[in-house]
Nanobody, 119 residues
Framework: QVQLVESGGGLVQAGGSLRLSCAAS????????MGWYRQAPGKQRELVAT???????NYADSVKGRFTISRDSVKNTIYLQMNSLKPEDTAVYYC?????????????WGQGTQVTVSS
């Protein structure tokens, strides 16, 4: 129903940067929040960063000061600027969209994009 187009993943050396993008085929008024989650092998999926429709952001402690989430309201797109990447950032990153519950009662997830950070 809702399509999330993710891009920007790849292979980067430690200390480098990547910028992830997620474009949602959802009208902006239908979105409460969007965010990024990640899952490393053998680990549970964890929150990386979220941004609400009002612009409030939340970050995992492990990425504070290094990652920045932002939103383009016109394009219904969020970005995750990842700087000073570390090998422990290696994971599959998933885009998440939380719609207005009056419109739809479940979150939407992207297919995931691989981020690999080499030492």
């Amino acid at each position: 129903q809702v399509q999330l187009v993710e891009s920007g993943g790849g292979l980067v050396q430690a200390g480098g940067s990547l910028r992830l993008s997620c474009a949602a085929s959802v009208n902006i008024f239908s979105i409460t929040a969007m965010g990024w989650y990640r899952q490393a092998p053998g680990k549970q999926r964890e929150l990386v960063a979220t941004i609400t429709s009002g612009g409030s952001t939340n970050y995992a402690d492990s990425v504070k000061g290094r990652f920045t989430i932002s939103r383009d309201s016109v394009k219904n797109t969020i970005y995750l600027q990842m700087n000073s990447l570390k090998p422990e950032d290696t994971a599959v990153y998933y885009c998440n969209v939380s719609p207005r519950r009056s419109w739809y009662d479940r979150d939407f997830w992207g297919q995931g994009t691989q981020v690999t950070v080499s030492s």
